[in-house]
């Protein structure tokens, strides 16, 4: 480079360069400066470093230096980063609690401690929002999702499905003789002693007050009867043990449905679930009713011989009971 | 033409059985030694530009490949990039993050780091990463089933220390709008 400036000058320049915001105008026409190439290359590099720099520095991730060099590079390193951390932010927002920093020293287990915290509270969250909170079990948020998505796979396959619909005979009297704490407890009671009742693959919840329901998958009316009348039975012998000589025993009435080809809704199923149980509760309690209505002691009696049919022709063989005490192989007239 | 080295995934053998001692791994110089030595001789009798060429297309078909192989079946945009992270990492091929992700309007900007094919290489003054340009290209194109160009706009090479690449869709309206 001939220079017509002396080393002062020189470094005078370059000083104002790094100092201000941009080229001072009276240089812009400096000759000696504009025809320089490597002054250029210089200069542009300075600028892209001061504009990417005053960039980051008020949070602005979107200016793109296109100048090569190191000190720049390291720069444009770090705006990549916090590129991918907004990135991660927002998958986070979204849910993804899978994302993690590794780049950002400190700020990094900062960043994974709290995405770690928020699944954590989110799991819960979500645990709640559908689980009964007295009983523990699951809720009404959380059958009704069940029964929509078991209706949406009976209208693609028509793999059967029931209902049953339990409430508890009497319950006011029972907050009303021995207070809401026996009430609350008579809830409990019942949630613990019929949870057992089902298979894992059933949804077994409470949808409010003293309303109890089940979703019974691959089940058709007659295997839902003869799960009904087994809650039935096991609740009319249950007691619960409240200090007194006497313990508090308290039936259930069941109103039962199973999915039929005209539904259109998984509400026609509980409305005549809730129409059996009804019927239930008008014809004396501690009962079981259907709806579509089948005579259940019938129902029972023709289950029970089919059953003992195929345990005499299946002597030889060993299969374990399933979770409901019978065979591992449904009965014929369970799943249809 | 007759092909004599069509590729298939059964080519690269069984390593497990073939090397009980040394194992799966080897020694990232020897890659390279191998990857650039062959980029020399491939420029000396075909010339820089059909050079870039084989080896942004040799990526493509690895990347189509490593695709099948490694991320298909994927359901979303979030499986296919947290797949694809998991994997090129767990691989030590490099260590990607997303600064962009807007694959339905054809954009992607995104970082490799401790990249496999440049990262410690002395500054050269061009952007290396051709082989990976058609790997990545390769990576969106299985996933969208559409066409899209990886360019590296910063290179370990250039000074950078990250490769970053800016992945476009071709065709697509809303990146041409």
Redesign the interface.
Known sequence: MSSQRNDNEWIALIDTFLRLPRIPDDLCNDAELTENPNFQKLHRYINDLRDLSAALSRGDLQMFA?T???I???M??LQ??L??L??QTK?VAEG?F?QRV??LGEFSDSFNEMTTKLQENNLELERLANVDFLTQIPNRRSAMQFLEQTFLLYKRTLRVFSIMIMDIDYFKSVNDTYGHDIGDKMLKHVSTTLRGVFRASDMFCRIGGEEFLAILPETNLAGAVCIAERVRSIMENAALDIGSAVPLKQTISIGVSNALPGDEKYNDIIIRSDNALYEAKENGRNRVYTNPPEDVGALLKSLSRTNAKRRQSRTADDSPPDEHGGSAAPPANIAE | MTRKYKFFWDLIGDVEDGRPNLGDSVDLETYRLMQFTMRDVLEERFGTDVTDDIFFNAGKLAGREFFRQYIDPVESVDEFVSKTQSILKNKRIGILRLEEAMIDKGRVLLTIDEDLDCSGLPELDYETCIYDEGFISSLFECFTNEKWKAEEIDCWCTGARTCRFLVTQENCEAVNA
Do not use: M
């Open positions: 296109y090569k060099g190191y720049l590079s390291n444009k390193a990549a980063n590129r991918h907004t990135w998958q993804d899978s590794e780049f």
